[in-house]
């Protein structure tokens, strides 16, 4: 009987085992979908918008679409989408800030929209960087940079954020950060219990460590039935930032959902507030 017992345990162990082992080296497929050729401007319906090439440090040529500030004063929004997807589906989320009259520039990560190279959070940080090198080209000062995280977009934008405010030459005029996480280790640990996530996520993304360094002001958007990122990882956020900083908390709205007219209104508020027009 214990010689029974003990080889039923052996089997659960083996089982285990082979499960965290699986978790790990798939955990990439789980945490990136990129899908589909993102297209032209035109194709996603967007007027005003053009395809550039941004060049990371590591050789890759990226496209991304951007929409120049109309005038020299206004902000131009960085924006850094989720996991899935491309910025073909951020359309309308483009459009509402290019008719706010700021410059938009979509960044468009490796691996995704029919960009070369494999989706990774060195990788993202490497995109980031190679964005704020073009709009650096362009001539836009950094206090009108304001740089938009949407989900595991926020591991770039708060990674770029903290790079700019200590790096000498000027931080970001601020940063938006939509369904964010305290750290990817922190979500998958709240999903898949069961497992030792903690130790064996690679693509780690930890916001919470560094947005006090970030030196911009900061606007956190957040749906109370976020099915993804659990509600509280907005507060851990919040609590961690500097001032300035608000939290915008929307009912009823998930992870999906949340470009909402309530988080519209916010972020335009947000945004002619850090270019300090409450004209546009």
């Known amino acids: 009987m214990r010689a029974r017992r003990m080889s039923w345990l052996f089997i659960l162990v083996a089982v285990y085992a082979a499960l965290c082992a699986a978790a790990y080296l798939m955990q990439r497929s789980y945490l990136y979908f990129p899908m589909g050729v993102a297209g032209t401007p035109a194709d996603a319906g967007l007027k005003g918008f053009a395809a550039e090439a941004l060049e990371t440090a590591d050789g890759l040529r990226l496209i991304a679409w951007y929409h120049p500030p109309p005038d020299p004063s206004a902000a131009v929004v960085v924006l850094f989408h989720g996991n899935a997807g491309s910025i073909a589906d951020r359309a309308l989320k483009a459009e509402a800030l290019a008719q706010a009259r700021f410059g938009v520039l979509l960044v468009e990560y490796?691996?995704?929209?029919?960009?070369?190279?494999?989706?990774?959070?060195?990788?993202?940080?490497?995109?980031?960087?190679?964005?704020?090198?073009?709009?650096?080209?362009?001539?836009?000062?950094?206090?009108?940079?304001?740089?938009?995280?949407?989900?595991?977009g926020s591991g770039p934008a708060v990674q770029l954020a903290r790079e700019l405010a200590t790096d000498g030459k000027g931080a970001a005029g601020g940063v938006i950060l939509e369904a964010a996480f305290a750290s990817t280790a922190a979500v998958a640990a709240a999903h898949y219990w069961f497992l030792p996530v903690r130790l064996i996520v690679r693509d780690r993304y930890e916001n919470a460590e560094k947005i006090d360094a970030i030196g911009a002001a900061v606007l956190i958007l957040q749906g109370a039935r976020d099915e993804i990122v659990p509600a509280d990882h907005a507060q851990r956020l919040f609590a961690r930032a500097r001032e300035p900083k608000t939290l915008v908390i929307v009912p009823n709205l998930g992870h999906n959902d949340l470009w909402s007219e309530a988080a519209i209104a916010a972020v335009l508020k947000f945004v002619r507030g850090v270019s300090g027009d409450s004209s546009r």
Do not use: T
């Open 110 to 152: 490796r691996g995704y929209g029919g960009n070369p190279g494999a989706p990774s959070e060195a990788g993202f940080y490497a995109d980031a960087r190679a964005a704020a090198a073009f709009l650096a080209k362009q001539g836009i000062a950094r206090r009108r940079w304001v740089l938009y995280g949407e989900s595991v």
